[in-house]
């Protein structure tokens, strides 16, 4: 793997710091649902599942 592509990860992983950040993460802490969950589960699991998806998309095509 390149270097640059380490760098991409590094990036992802810092964003992925400050999105799970405890001001971001009151910030969906509040009482409205979602078909009847709360807000913050919601937001937890898609970005966590976009990390997902967005490091497969770059370990896929980029790895050599």
């Known amino acids: ?3 640059r592509h ?3 990860l590094i990036v992802l992983s810092i964003l992925l710091l400050c ?3 405890i001001p ?3 910030i969906f802490n509040n009482s409205v649902t979602f078909m009847g969950f709360p807000l ?8 966590w599942i976009a990390s ?4 497969y998309i770059i ?6």
Do not use: R
Request: proline letters at 0%; charged letters at 20%; zero cysteines.
């Open 1 to 3: 793997m390149k270097k």
């Open 6 to 8: 380490q760098q991409k």
């Open 19 to 21: 999105m799970f950040n």
């Open 24 to 26: 971001i993460l009151l």
């Open 40 to 47: 913050i589960y919601f937001y937890i699991f898609f970005v």
């Open 52 to 55: 997902i998806v967005i490091s």
């Open 59 to 64: 370990l896929k095509k980029y790895y050599e």
